[in-house]
C-alpha cells in the first residue's frame, strides 16, 4: 500500500486551488471560492473517517506532507526497495504516478504465494490490456495527440 497524509495546510491549499479550482470548470473567482470551500469541507468529512495504516504485518509506505518524512513497514526485497527509492526522491510538483500489479500469475491460478512463475490466460489478457490502455491513454497528451513520457511501476518478475 501507499500511504499519503498532508498535514501542511499551505500544500493543501495550493494543491486544491492548482488541482482543482483553476481550471475551466470554474467561470469566475466566485465559482472558484465556493469550490475551494467545497473542497475543503469534503477534507473535513474525509479526515472524521479516516484510518490509516498501522498494521504491522501489512506491507506499506507513508509519505508524510510531499515525502518530507517517509515511513516504511514490512518492506523487503527488490522491487519494493525501488519504490520506496522512487517515492522518496520525488518533488512535490503535480505529476501522476503509475502503480500496477501484475497480471495473474500461474502460481496465483494455483493459489500459490511466491515465486517467479510466467503470467496466467488471464495474466497475459491482462498485460496486454494494460498495454494497450497505456499506450492509447497515458502516452498521449489528450489536447494534442502527441506522445508524452509518463513512468508505469509494475512486478519486475516474468
Not at 46 to 53: G, H, I, S, T, W
Not at 74 to 97: C, D, K, P
Not at 101 to 125: C, T, V, W
Amino acid at each position: 500500500f501507499v500511504e499519503s497524509v498532508c498535514t501542511d495546510e499551505a500544500v493543501i491549499d495550493r494543491n486544491i486551488w492548482f488541482a482543482k479550482v483553476n481550471n475551466e470548470d470554474y467561470a469566475n473567482d466566485e465559482d472558484k471560492q465556493r469550490a475551494f470551500d467545497d473542497f475543503r469541507e469534503r477534507i473535513r468529512q474525509y479526515e472524521a473517517v479516516y484510518e490509516p495504516m498501522e498494521e504491522e504485518h501489512l506491507s506499506f509506505i507513508k509519505l508524510i506532507n510531499c515525502g518530507r518524512r517517509v515511513e516504511i513497514n514490512n518492506i523487503h526485497g527488490f522491487l519494493l526497495g525501488r519504490i520506496v527509492q522512487f517515492l522518496s526522491n520525488m518533488h512535490a510538483t503535480h505529476q501522476t504516478i503509475y502503480l500496477s500489479r501484475h497480471g495473474q500469475s500461474e502460481y496465483n491460478f494455483q493459489g500459490k504465494i511466491g515465486g517467479d512463475s510466467g503470467l496466467s490466460k488471464m495474466g497475459e489478457k491482462y498485460s496486454a490490456r494494460l498495454a494497450e490502455y497505456c499506450g492509447n491513454s497515458l502516452c498521449v497528451d489528450p489536447e494534442t495527440g502527441q506522445p508524452v513520457p509518463v513512468r508505469l511501476w509494475t512486478s519486475s518478475l516474468q
